[in-house]
């Protein structure tokens, strides 16, 4: 007997985001810095893909949004949002420019009782609820009542890609020189490097920060695509 309706179809329909096709330009996108040379060289060209992301692949990057989301609502109701997915770019002489949209710029001084009232105003399941106290209880009992400025980028993967990560106790090189651009044009010295397991929500942590030799790294790359390009 068929289905009357279907929520399968509702549901995988909805979760299609919009495929942004390749156009020419003449700057580097921050979030493919430390990529592959003649893939983001076709990118910048405006090659249309010979084979373009899936729908499983694309609902992958729209999970992640959703990941994303839920950060940022902790974050903001407990007042540590200074602002979000702003554009910077930079450019040094004669070199193509860099520009990127940040996750996160966060710190400042937060109000608890606030986040928790505020928190209570949405209707969340009793597991969320309980995350999202737990979280702003841990950030009170810290003891710090002003937190540093950062930029946080927020990266959700698989359990694979997390297991690998935490195996060897290092973030993705792109991950680094993304927030490392970041850093450099809002000239702030730490950025963190946020993954997030999507099957099990398992959380792990990097530091990135200016002045440091990452900057030769990140020099170089944008040398030697500008050099091809």
């Known amino acids: 007997m068929a ?17 942004r096709k390749p156009e020419p330009r ?9 990529g592959a040379m003649i893939d983001r060289y076709l990118k910048m060209k405006g090659t249309e893909y010979s084979t373009p992301p899936n729908m499983r692949s694309l609902r992958k990057f729209e999970a992640g949004n959703y990941i ?3 950060v940022s609502l902790i974050l903001k109701r407990a007042g540590l949002i200074i602002s979000q997915q702003d554009r910077l770019e930079y450019a040094y002489d004669g070199l193509l420019p860099v520009s990127g949209k940040i996750d996160f710029l966060a710190g400042g001084t937060p109000d608890f009782e606030k986040a928790r009232a505020e928190m209570d105003l949405y209707d969340l399941p009793p597991f969320a609820k309980k995350a999202t106290n737990d979280i702003i ?6 003891g710090v009542s002003e937190f ?3 930029v946080l980028e927020i990266k959700s993967c698989s359990s694979f890609v997390y297991k690998s990560i935490e195996a ?14 970041y850093i450099k044009c809002l000239g702030l010295d730490e950025a963190h ?5 999507k099957d099990d929500m398992l959380l792990k942590e990097f530091g990135v920060y200016n002045p ?7 020099k170089k790359d944008i040398e030697t695509i500008t050099g091809y390009f």
């Open 168 to 181: 060897t106790e290092s973030p993705l090189k792109n991950h680094v020189l993304q927030a490392f651009h």
């Open 26 to 34: 003449e700057r580097i996108f921050a979030s493919e810095l430390g």
């Open 137 to 142: 209880d841990n950030f009170q009992a810290s």
């Open 3 to 19: 289905l009357q309706w279907s929520f399968e179809n509702i549901w995988n329909e909805s979760l299609i985001p919009v495929e």
């Open 212 to 218: 440091s030799p990452t900057e030769d790294v990140y």
């Open 68 to 70: 994303e989301w839920l």
């Open 193 to 197: 490097i946020v993954y997030i397991s």
């Open 148 to 150: 540093k400025k950062i």
